[in-house]
């Protein structure tokens, strides 16, 4: 496994980041933390750009959970059938908005906690919420990030929540808001799985991987 890179370099690489993109922003299309929430469940094996495609004409007709539940199952799946695993999804959708108007008043809970325990939600997908709508510096890791996070020595780990607690002890606190955004798009747009497009990468200098492309 690829060795931690040292403070200094960590510094660097998110001045960077930071340099290029200051306010970096999720991609995937949200109108309140309700709508956030179904759109990150939603996204799971599945692209922001198809996420976003099947939900433009979904939110003007459920933002809120009573609206989703208003609007029913099969009238969910109608608007989301183009996304992977949708009848699975929709079920859950319609659980936790149930959940959500029953236990919560029909808000989105702002505790790591109380996101996991509504169906479909798992712990990165409550991440992304607290980090999205409540600034929090919660760390989603994905297979962008746990790629990046392996070959560059940025936070290195053998599974999602080891590449996690990387990012927690390693990545200065100034960083951290917007540390996985950072990373997802250096992961989604330059460090890509097959052809890394190394040639193009600002932090080329400073990463430890061995295998970069021309």
């Not at 029909?106 to 505790?111: A, L, R």
Request: aromatic share 6%; charged share 20%.
């Amino acid at each position: 496994m690829t060795a931690q890179l040292a403070y200094p370099q960590m510094q660097e690489i998110f001045r960077r980041f930071a340099a290029v993109e200051p306010h970096p922003k999720g991609e995937l299309e949200h109108t309140n933390a309700f709508t956030l929430l179904v759109a990150v469940a939603l996204s799971a094996q599945a692209t922001d750009v198809g996420v976003n495609k099947a939900t433009r004409a979904l939110w003007p007709l459920a933002d809120t959970p009573a609206k989703m539940l208003a609007l029913g199952e099969e009238g969910l799946i109608a608007h989301i059938k183009s996304i992977g695993l949708y009848r699975n999804k929709a079920k859950n959708v319609i659980k936790l908005s149930q959940i959500l108007v029953e236990n919560y008043g029909g808000e989105v809970p702002s505790s790591r906690a109380a996101l996991t325990s509504l169906p479909g939600v798992g712990r990165k997908t409550a991440n992304v919420v607290l980090n999205m709508w409540w600034g929090h510096p919660a760390q989603a890791v994905d297979t962008h990030i746990f790629r990046v996070g392996n070959r560059t020595g940025l936070c290195p780990g053998r599974d999602v929540e080891a590449v996690e607690r990387a990012i927690e002890d390693n990545v200065p606190v100034e960083w951290q808001r917007h540390a996985h955004h950072w990373l997802i798009l250096h992961g989604r747009y330059i460090c890509t799985a097959r052809k890394p497009r190394c040639a193009d990468c600002l932090i080329r200098d400073l990463c430890r991987f061995e295998e970069k492309t021309a």
